[in-house]
């Protein structure tokens, strides 16, 4: 069965420190797709980053990077010289294909990230 | 312009009340679904339509039903309401044609049964 694990619950981190967001999945699908969303106090979900199974190089937007690692089966999430405004929860998430190509994106249970002044 | 909106954003109601969420979406899309994220923020799919036709159907109580009259509407309507059914419930969209093409999120119904 397709799974997401976030094992930290909650981070705290002082501005301008880096952090780690762990992501680990299960799935026997060979093909899959795996996602990155951040929830923000205001509540609404914001997409960050999609990864293919078949993708394993790592991503680096801004301050933003991925590392994605097949072996481990893990798609880790780090913020470098973390700001307030990256207080938020983050999810990791997992797209598994369903009968007649539909697919649903299960998500991990999120990581609460607080990044103090 | 929004691309996924949900009404209303907020829902306060008594214990066995019915009530509807509505969703909307403008971006084209043929499939649209429904989540739920309860108060440890945790995000479970409930539903998923594609084309006016329900897909995925996640054991949610018959309580519960969708509505999608069009492929660019997916309504949700809650019979006989419980205590537990406080949660937020979020709706998507996505297209089909594109392989796992990420979701669009409405900004989200939150749901307060007393």
């Known amino acids: 069965a397709q799974k997401v694990t976030q094992a930290q619950t909650e981070i705290s981190v002082v501005e301008k420190e880096d952090v780690t967001l762990d992501c680990v999945y299960e799935?026997?699908?060979?093909?899959?797709?795996l996602f990155w969303y951040k929830q923000p106090p205001s509540g609404e979900l914001v997409f960050l980053i999609r990864?293919?199974?078949?993708?394993?190089q790592n991503e680096i937007s801004g301050r933003y990077s991925w590392n994605f690692q097949k072996s481990t089966s893990s798609f880790n999430f780090t913020i470098t010289a973390s700001q307030v405004v990256d207080s938020a929860v983050y999810f990791c998430?997992?797209?598994?294909?369903?009968?007649?190509?539909?697919?649903?994106?299960?998500f991990g249970a999120g990581t609460r990230l607080a990044v103090h002044p | 312009d929004t691309a996924v909106s949900q009404t209303p954003k907020y829902l306060v109601t008594q214990m066995g009340n019915d009530k509807s969420i509505k969703c909307e979406q403008n971006?084209?899309?043929?499939?649209m679904y429904w989540y739920k994220q309860d108060s440890k923020k945790f995000l479970k799919i409930m539903f998923s339509y594609n084309n006016k036709e329900l897909i995925i159907n996640e054991t949610v109580p018959n309580r519960f039903s969708p509505k999608s009259p069009d492929k660019a509407h997916l309504n949700l309507h809650i019979n006989s309401l419980e205590l537990g059914d406080s949660a937020v419930y979020f709706c998507?969209?996505?297209?089909?044609?594109?392989?796992?093409?990420?979701?669009?999120f409405g900004s989200g119904t939150q749901l307060s049964v007393l």
């Open positions: 799935t026997r699908d060979t093909t899959y797709y």
């Open positions: 998430a997992l797209s598994e294909a369903q009968v007649g190509g539909y697919n649903k994106l299960i």
């Open positions: 971006l084209g899309h043929d499939t």
């Open positions: 998507a969209s996505r297209r089909t044609g594109v392989t796992n093409e990420k979701l669009f």
């Open positions: 990864r293919n199974s078949f993708d394993e």
